[in-house]
């Protein structure tokens, strides 16, 4: 049964429910969200980003959500991101 589910069968906070999952240690860090990237993918995206700050090529969050959609386009990377809108949106959640 899902966190959510349980949440309204017994008339309990969501957040709540997953707050005292958490601190009893029977729940998952994640909660079973969908990971796009891995840790190295990750750091190499952080690392492109600081780059551009460093020439003085800030990146605005939707600009930073489209280098996001690319690279996963770009390496074949399964995604939930919008594919109508370029740019990762999680239409999915």
Known sequence: MSTERASVMFNINHNTSIKHM??????????????????????????HTVEMQQCFYGLSLSDLRSLEYDFAERNGIKHPFSISRGAPDRTGQ
């Open 22 to 47: 958490k601190k009893s240690g029977s729940c998952p860090e994640n909660l079973a969200r969908f990971k796009v990237f891995t840790l190295e993918m990750e750091s190499e995206l952080a690392m």
